[in-house]
């Protein structure tokens, strides 16, 4: 019936309930119901320098304390550097 079907099926979620997600391309794990504000606390990133793109959407900074990552996001953080 399901000969000609490949399957794949990801376990996004382990035993220590946390999530996978593409960051810049890597691959992170982090705490199932976590926010991008907890992401950039993990990462010990300066929020205040950051852009964030998540699922190809630029992501505005109103939004981080309430978007919570789903397992596969894929996230890009542009870290930005001033200079002179």
């Known amino acids: 019936m399901f000969d ?3 399957w794949r099926i990801i376990s996004a979620v382990n035993k220590q309930n946390t999530i ?3 960051v810049n391309g890597d691959a992170h794990q982090v705490n199932q119901g976590a926010r991008i504000t907890d992401l ?3 990462l010990e990133l300066a929020p205040e320098r950051l ?3 998540l699922n190809l959407s630029i992501l505005p900074r109103a939004k981080w ?3 919570e990552l ?3 996001d894929k996230l890009e953080i542009v870290h930005f550097v001033g200079g002179g």
Do not use: T, Y
């Open 40 to 42: 950039i606390k993990q």
């Open 4 to 6: 000609d079907v490949e």
């Open 20 to 22: 996978e997600i593409i």
């Open 65 to 67: 304390a309430e978007s």
């Open 51 to 53: 852009a964030i793109e």
């Open 70 to 72: 789903k397992p596969g």
